[in-house]
């Protein structure tokens, strides 16, 4: 578990796991666990869940999950 802090704002990120589109399983986005709420969010570096993500990955100890397309 890790914690990031942007803008002020603690968040707590728990899990983070990319996501594959259904039909061509092409890399879409990420599954994201944030104060224990799920979301998902898109490969959109303007989005700040992404830069969350980008961020938190940057964590020793903190690791994308990848269970393939």
């Known amino acids: 578990m ?3 802090s942007g803008g002020g704002v ?3 990120i728990t899990s983070v796991k ?3 589109n259904s039909t061509n399983n092409e890399f879409d986005g990420y ?3 944030k104060n224990g709420i799920t979301s ?3 490969l959109d ?3 700040t869940d992404y830069q969350a993500i980008q961020e938190w990955a940057k964590i ?3 690791n994308i999950t990848d269970n393939g397309a």
């Open 60 to 62: 020793e100890g903190n």
């Open 40 to 42: 998902t969010v898109p």
């Open 18 to 20: 990319k996501q594959y």
């Open 10 to 12: 603690i968040i707590m």
């Open 45 to 47: 570096p303007d989005n």
């Open 31 to 33: 599954e994201m666990v």
């Open 2 to 4: 890790a914690i990031y």
